[in-house]
């Protein structure tokens, strides 16, 4: 179960008590804008991430080695497509939980992160095969050619 659900508001319901507590009707305003103004705060900065977000393809990043470099357990999927600046392409059924997303860069290298409850869990970087380069053999060229005067 996630505390945090149940946890926040509580506090803050606390501190609204507290403050009407210490300094009456005041302390409640005091408070309450307070509360509103960390609400306001925190849902400029969701909306100012997915402007960035709506600029970029989905699941495009610009290097899939640098974003796994930087992951972390525990992440917010918010925190990470502020990161990569793209929204991940969803690869699980929708309303599923865990939730797989996958970012991709132009050389076909990719990360695969699994979110549960919106937090990272796990994730993976996958390369591309490389395809064997076609070898020259020196020996068989012969020896160059020289202009002559």
Known sequence: MNFQKIWVPLAGIALLAAGYM?????????????????????????????????DRPIGHVASAVMLNAKLKPG???????????????????????????????????????????????????VRPQAEPEAVSDASTAGPPTQAGP
């Open 22 to 54: 210490n300094n009456g009707w005041a302390g409640v305003a005091l408070v309450g804008g307070g509360i509103l103004m960390f609400l306001l705060l925190h849902f400029t900065r969701t909306m100012k991430v997915l402007k960035r977000a709506t």
């Open 75 to 125: 992440m917010t999927l918010l925190h990470v497509v502020a990161m990569t600046r793209a929204l991940g392409e969803l690869r699980s059924l929708p309303d599923t939980q865990p939730e797989l997303y996958r970012w991709t860069d132009g050389g076909g290298s990719f990360v695969d992160a699994e979110f549960a409850g919106g937090k990272l869990r796990k994730w993976g970087l």
